[in-house]
């Protein structure tokens, strides 16, 4: 049976990309506020979760071409890394480095290496969460 | 390089992930694997050497200080089992190569099993006890993966028990952890020893015994000892060899150095009632392991029911408290993580050739394998704890520290359950390898020769074990030394106090 | 508040362990879920509650909430989501590969296959 569901993909259209930069915002507002990786990842993936449910499946792989379980080791990799990095300092594991920096156009920044540490995480949230949705959804 | 002891750690980790990517390339995978696995060893033996010479070797991760972040800790006991994790770990990969199949190999089955050394390490390593249960979860995890891997039914439904019975008892560690947190209003392991020090000045409070017997269930469950041991020979019976041998080996054994830590670290004020309770539960396990390892004619089950035996010997010389049995304990904990690796790998092979696992269907291997039938027989002999062999000097350290604390019924029983462990092991001898040779359908198709590499490593690690304890000794002894005397943990841990 | 929690925190329990016997599958899982809240719920109790600040934000508040059961609970949840999510695949794969969601059936008669 074919359901009508123009309303739904119509709205999913806008909706997503609010979706999407709300989450862009909670991953960074994580730097000094309530936020990061693990709640960013968690509302990206909600996003593509509605675009699976408006459209798809085929749609959707077609739209992110993306192998989720490599996106899995790629967060995995950043966060090793970020704090493997330490290794080379001979500071303990983890520990992070930071400061402000002069950027030309933001000006005064503040920039830390536990946000690439997020970054590896938002990555593994994403991937971790489509892959369990993945595995479930597509032998209908 | 401050950051050393975390490396068992990291290297495996890194692998695991390197191996997501190269899911679908068999001969690389091996070759990473197997290249990390090397390193790991060589790595964790550096480690044993320096904590030998330098003592016990802290980490401060992400350069919080020691009460407040989570700190990492090698003293002599942690850093000798990773170095033993390693080996196993090795082994069973190397054997894996030619007995777990492709479909398991494409199927993440090298990354999982990285993960699940990472899990086994951190759990050695961490001084943290919110951080041992992360490493808890993620060993079970990746056994998770491990067990299911292939989806057979028989899989599928023991997995199923196996993760209810692991998340009911993660929730209880969870529950065991904030009843201890309230109490001590501290993680750091080394700092709730001095918290509990200080509360129990004149008698340990009855909430302490309580958190106490809470944490010998918690790891109890994973330890497989009486009376919660009724997961695991259903559970370890479902997978393949190499597998089987990596849980039997080593997710028992972080049970049991759990109980050994917490026991000897937090809750030795009052031995009379927690110890004894580890003590009868002890016992009991070697009795149940005993009757459940003559009891049945089926190869895998007789050495899974040797792993709760050797569990309850284990726990037996923890609980008796006295500096000779916690070096037999350490000595055997040892001991037995090379040789039931061996074992299992040696009874994969049998089932691999005979392709049953019943004892009344096997019979004369030792006609056309006697490399087979032999190792098997030292692997055996060494199980029991027949000297020069290394179960040898383990289980006489904890029978004599057993005498020596007076507990001359638990020593006695342990000493009856070798003769009772060489029967039953015996018995898969006499009746699998002896008796007239039989034809068996597909037998030439197992390469038993590559197979054999893993078990006689194995097995040449465990007889240089056992005759040369004597270079052995000063190690097990200063592992010893550092759980009857809490104060030097904590002194390395806690620099100010 | 504490003996609101507790009583909350039982109840949890109760439902869960009244879940986790039961046959079906799902319930079962459903039943863990809870588990895992009711620990949770309890790690918050146990780490004392009051009302005061947020334990990131500002130096002059004139009381904290201790930040470690929270940072405790986070993990815990994350890794209840891990396990739950994989539970709820194997039960799927199972029920596919057996037939059934119910745990009496799904004993089989095979044994040592």
């Known amino acids: ?140 | 390089m401050i950051n050393f002891l975390i490396l068992p750690i990291l290297i495996p980790l890194i692998t695991g992930v390197l191996l997501i990517f190269a899911a679908k390339r068999i001969m690389l995978q091996r070759w990473i694997a197997g290249l990390s696995s090397v390193i790991t060893i060589m790595v964790s033996a550096l480690l044993v050497q320096k904590v030998r010479n330098d003592g016990i070797q802290t980490l401060d991760v992400s350069s919080w200080e020691a009460p407040f972040g989570i700190t990492l800790v090698s003293d002599m006991m942690s850093a000798i089992l990773v170095l033993t994790t390693s080996i196993v770990a090795f082994a069973c990969l190397i054997y894996s190569f030619w007995s777990i199949g492709e479909d398991r190999e494409k199927f993440y089955y090298y990354a999982a099993f990285n993960f699940l050394i990472v899990g086994v390490n951190g759990a050695f390593t961490t001084g943290d006890i919110f951080n041992l249960f992360v490493f808890f979860e993620v060993m079970l995890m990746a056994s998770y993966v491990l067990l299911v891997l292939g989806g057979k039914k028989a899989q599928l439904r023991e997995s199923i028990k196996y993760i209810l019975v692991n998340v009911i008892s993660s929730a209880l560690f969870v529950i065991a952890v904030a009843y201890l947190y309230s109490v001590v209003g501290t993680l750091n392991m080394a700092h709730i020893s001095v918290r509990i020090s200080e509360i129990s000045q004149v008698a340990q409070p009855g909430i302490i015994t309580v958190i106490a017997v809470l944490f010998l269930i918690v790891f109890g469950l994973k330890g497989a000892i009486f009376p919660l041991y009724f997961w695991m020979p259903g559970s370890y019976y479902a997978p393949p060899a190499p597998i089987l041998a990596l849980f039997g080996a080593l997710l028992t054994k972080v049970g049991v150095y759990s109980i050994t830590r917490t026991y000897t670290l937090f809750f030795y004020h009052d031995i009379g009632f927690t110890h004894q309770l580890l003590s009868i539960l002890a016992i009991m396990s070697i009795i149940v392991g005993v009757i459940g390892a003559i009891a049945y004619w089926d190869v895998k089950k007789i050495i899974i029911y040797n792993i709760i035996v050797a569990v309850g010997a284990i726990l037996f010389g923890i609980s008796a408290m006295t500096p000779d049995a916690l070096s037999g304990s350490i000595f055997y904990l040892v001991h037995d993580m090379i040789i039931k690796a061996a074992l299992f790998l040696l009874a994969g092979i049998v089932i691999a050739i005979a392709g049953t696992s019943d004892l009344h269907k096997i019979s004369g291997l030792i006609k056309r394998y006697p490399g087979l039938g032999w190792t098997f027989f030292i692997a055996a002999l060494a199980l029991a704890g027949i000297p020069p062999l290394s179960g040898f000097i383990g289980k006489l350290l904890i029978v004599k520290g057993g005498f020596e604390a007076e507990q001359y019924w638990g020593a006695g029983i342990v000493l009856m359950s070798s003769l009772l462990v060489l029967f039953s092991i015996m018995k898969i001898f006499i009746n699998g390898f002896w008796g007239t040779p039989r034809a068996y359908k597909g037998e030439d198709t197992v390469p038993v020769r590559r197979m054999m590499i893993a078990p006689v490593i194995l097995v040449a690690i465990a007889v240089l074990y056992g005759v040369g304890s004597e270079f052995v000794y000063p190690y097990i002894s200063q592992a010893a030394e550092t759980l009857a005397n809490p104060n030097i943990y904590i002194e390395a841990v806690l620099k100010e106090y | 508040m504490e003996i609101l929690m507790a009583f909350v925190i039982g109840i949890l329990f109760m439902s869960a362990t009244y879940l986790m016997l039961s046959k079906s599958l799902l319930r079962i899982i459903v039943g863990t879920g809870l588990l895992s809240h009711g620990a949770h719920m309890l790690i918050l109790t146990m780490g004392g509650l009051k009302r005061g600040a947020a334990p990131l934000l500002g130096e002059h508040a004139s009381s904290y909430s201790d930040p470690i059961p929270q940072a405790l609970i986070l993990t815990a949840i994350v890794i209840s989501f891990g396990v739950t999510a994989f539970f709820l695949v194997l039960a799927y794969r199972a029920y596919q590969e057996l037939g059934t969601d119910n745990m009496d059936r799904m004993r089989g008669t095979e044994g040592n296959d």
């Open chain 1, 1 to 140: 049976m074919k359901t009508n569901d123009i309303i739904l993909q119509t709205a999913t259209k806008v909706v997503l990309f609010i979706i999407v930069l709300f989450s862009v915002h909670i991953f960074f507002a994580g730097h000094y506020t309530p936020g990061g990786g693990f709640v960013g990842g968690l509302l990206t993936s909600g996003a593509i979760v509605l675009l699976l449910l408006a459209f798809d499946m085929k749609t959707v792989s077609k739209i992110l071409p993306v192998n989720y379980i490599h996106m899995i080791a790629v967060g995995l990799l950043f966060s090793i890394g970020t704090g493997a990095g330490a290794l080379l300092f001979n500071v303990p594991f983890l520990t992070h480095a930071f400061g402000h920096v002069e950027l030309p156009v933001l000006g005064d920044t503040s920039l830390h290496t536990a946000t690439l540490f997020d970054l590896g995480v938002f990555l593994v949230v994403v991937g971790v969460t489509m892959t369990i949705i993945q595995t479930i959804g597509e032998d209908e």
